[in-house]
């Protein structure tokens, strides 16, 4: 009986912890419409990390609503956007903006359209050039 028990907490456990409920002011907005405005100008802007492409805004996942009610409780406690865009930047890195920083990391992310760009005028230049004569 005794190990019984044991089995069932032991399975019981996982599934609790995975079932948590959504964090206060994750789907509830602000009671002021201007700070209401802040959180979700800054939550657009915001990448979920565990989505594919969506905005914390956007996303369905229990990490998007829990960094939602983050973003309202501390602008909810007089935080600036920057403020918090820059801690959650520390906290998870750059990815987690839609506007990265230029840096060693990124520079292929902000130079590979501008390459492209260029490659396709040189080849479009190159196929008038041809067609001409």
């Given at each position: 009986?005794?190990?019984?028990?044991?089995?069932?907490?032991?399975?019981?456990?996982?599934?609790?912890a995975q079932t948590s409920a959504p964090a206060a002011y994750a789907d509830t907005q602000l009671a002021d419409p201007g700070q209401e405005a802040q959180a979700r100008g800054l939550m657009e802007t915001l990448?979920?990390?565990?989505?594919?492409?969506?905005?914390?805004?956007?996303?369905?996942a229990q990490m998007a609503s829990d960094m939602r009610a983050l973003v309202r409780q501390r602008i909810r406690a007089g935080e600036r956007p920057e403020a918090i865009r820059a801690w959650l930047?520390?906290?998870y890195g750059?990815?987690?903006?839609?506007?990265?920083?230029?840096?060693?990391?990124?520079?292929?992310?902000?130079?590979?359209?501008?390459?492209?760009?260029?490659?396709?005028?040189?080849?479009?230049?190159?196929?008038?050039?041809?067609r001409r004569t």
């Open positions: 009986m005794r190990r019984a028990l044991l089995l069932a907490a032991l399975v019981a456990a996982p599934v609790a990448r979920c990390v565990v989505c594919q492409g969506q905005s914390i805004a956007d996303s369905d930047i520390d906290r750059d990815y987690i903006s839609y506007d990265p920083p230029f840096g060693t990391a990124t520079a292929a992310l902000w130079l590979t359209p501008v390459a492209l760009l260029v490659a396709g005028v040189w080849i479009a230049r190159g196929s008038f050039r041809r």
